[in-house]
């Protein structure tokens, strides 16, 4: 035992020397920091501000798409506030008593869609302004001013020369076809359409303000605008027999659910319904109140403590965290099974593996190879963990609602006893697979075809990774827990469903059971193979030395 903790202590540090090893250590932190930075930091400050044109020959729907648009930027402005709030807001006024005091805005609470009136209510009592007014006196010491979101979109006018604008700009960078019955009457949309084609492409750009802007899009109401609009019904023609309504030119096909398109279509949708409405003789706004009349459902989970069964984003977090950490167990276990390979295929290639052997037995040697690397594998977790914690932690108390959650999650579940114990088990499992295997290979192009095969086989588990926590306890997810190479992936993925103790129990001792016997073959294999030189040995000839 003594020249195993000796052979393991030269591995580690040999290992922990090494830039790969801190390369890995420092890069789980950096990409979970940048994950959750990047995307901020690239909406607020990197994302253009998009221009577009809009062309209303009907004169009806002009107002209300820049009305939605207004609405969609100051619902960005309100959940801004709220992250501005929840950093530099004194802690004391989070109390319900001193939110009584305080008389915030219920939106700062309640952004979300089924409460669309809390919008309405923050544009009506005066936006930022005024909940700014009502924070001042509680932020804390130092706390920055507040910086309000940036426009995603902005409209222009039309270039000059086309449609017959002849002076683009009003000095406010606003299109000058405010009163568009009048001045777009004549145009032809299909020949503004490619009149603005090279703008829309990028070869051309508009002047605002005396800079020249990429033109990003172009909404196109015709004048007959009603004629073409599709009503349910026998006899009415289909939206392809009437030809396009409204045309919408853009070269940027995936701006998301979010974007200019779905809220210009929404605001006309929604005016052209509200007309309908008034023209069967319906009242819109009882019509309205209507549609907002909904029957709360609630979520509740049988499993929890009574008065407490409500399905919040914790419990959600907490269905989904597993399949993350199967993703790092599987980082995890690859990278140290190669990091394993490589050392034993050196030494053998080098004759380092001869000297050693003088020294020790090849079962100390093998084990201790074995715990060296387990140990660099568990420091990495171990960073990794650490790091994590320090990063939520970080942004659980600013603006962040999901690091805070995820951080109880981690805190209150058993993912991270569970995390180590099918790391440590995952691991001894490959590494006695990889061990024979760099027993037998004099080198790292020989080990190939071998490793294509284990590959293949650690390919399985990432393929399933989102669909089990879907399905937890259903029949993929119980039979690949019981094989035992993808139980450490499976289980792990299952371990917030609380899968039945028979699977809990039986896979862990099967688990347990298959790793002793690898690493019992392992030792048969790396005795004769490690010394064996010329061509590796086939599958049949390594199953005579098991037997033997």
């Known amino acids: 035992m003594k020249y195993t903790a000796l052979v393991a202590r030269r591995e580690y540090v040999e290992n922990a020397r090494t830039k790969g090893f801190w390369i890995g250590l420092l890069t789980f932190p950096i990409v979970i920091f940048l994950m959750i930075q990047v995307p901020v930091w690239l909406t607020e400050k990197v994302a253009p501000i998009r221009a577009f044109v809009l062309v209303d020959e009907s004169g009806r729907f002009e107002k209300l798409i820049e009305s939605a648009l207004e609405k969609a930027h100051q619902q960005r402005v309100l959940e801004a506030l709220r992250e501005y709030a ?39 009592h005066g936006g930022a302004e005024n909940v700014l007014k009502q924070l001042k006196p509680w932020l804390k010491p130092g706390a920055p001013a507040f910086s309000e979101p940036r426009r995603r979109f902005v409209r222009v006018p039309l270039p000059v020369g086309i449609g017959g604008n002849e002076d683009a700009s009003d000095g406010k960078g606003l299109s000058l076809v405010a009163s568009a019955a009048t001045s777009s009457s004549n145009l032809d949309l299909a020949v503004l359409g490619r009149e603005l084609k090279p703008y829309l492409r990028g070869q051309k750009k508009v002047e605002v303000d005396g800079r020249a802007v990429e033109l990003s899009a172009a909404i196109l109401i015709p004048r007959d605008i009603e004629q073409k609009v599709v009503r349910p019904g026998a006899g ?4 392809q027999s009437r030809g396009p309504a409204i045309e919408y030119w853009s070269a940027n096909v995936a701006e998301g659910g979010a974007g200019l398109k779905d809220e210009a279509e929404r605001a006309v949708n929604g005016e052209i319904r509200r007309r309908e409405y008034l023209a069967r003789g319906m009242d819109a706004a009882v019509i309205r109140e209507v549609e907002h009349t909904y029957a709360p459902f609630a979520s509740l989970n ?27 167990l599987w980082v995890a276990i690859f990278s140290v099974t190669q990091m394993l390979l490589g050392n034993i295929i050196e030494e053998k290639s080098n004759r380092i593996i001869e000297v050693l052997l ?10 201790g190879k074995l715990f060296g690397i387990a140990a660099v594998g568990l420091t990495l977790i171990t960073a990794w963990m650490l790091s994590l914690f320090g990063i939520l932690s970080w942004k659980a108390g600013g603006v962040s609602d999901v690091a805070g959650q995820l951080l109880a999650v981690l805190k209150t579940s058993n993912l991270l006893p569970l995390f180590s114990l099918y790391f440590l088990l995952g691991y001894l499992l490959y590494a006695g697979l990889i061990l024979s295997l760099g027993s037998v290979c004099n080198t790292l192009k020989e080990a190939q075809s071998y490793m294509g095969i284990i590959t293949m086989i650690m390919m399985v588990p990432l393929l ?6 879907t399905d937890p306890n259903g029949v993929v997810a119980r039979l690949l827990s019981w094989v035992p190479i993808y139980t450490p992936f499976t289980m792990m993925n299952r371990a917030a ?9 039986g896979t862990l001792v099967l688990l347990v059971a298959s790793t002793v016997g690898v690493l019992w073959m392992a030792g048969k294999i790396f005795r004769i193979g490690i010394l064996r030189t010329g061509q590796p040995p086939k599958i049949v000839e390594m199953l005579r030395w098991v037997r033997g």
């Open 86 to 124: 929840a950093r530099n807001v004194t802690r004391s006024v989070r109390s319900a008593g001193a939110k009584r005091e305080l008389n915030l805005p219920a939106e700062l609470d309640e952004i979300n869609e089924q409460n669309a009136q809390a919008l309405e209510t923050f544009i009506n």
């Open 236 to 239: 009415s023609p289909s939206a």
């Open 302 to 328: 049988p499993k929890k403590e009574a008065g407490q069964e409500t399905v919040n984003l914790g419990d959600k977090l907490k269905q989904w965290a597993p399949s993350g950490f199967v993703y790092l």
């Open 358 to 367: 003088s020294s020790v037995t090849p079962g100390e040697l093998m084990m």
């Open 464 to 469: 399933t990774m989102t669909y089990i926590p």
């Open 497 to 505: 469903a609380d899968p039945p103790l028979i699977d809990l129990i």
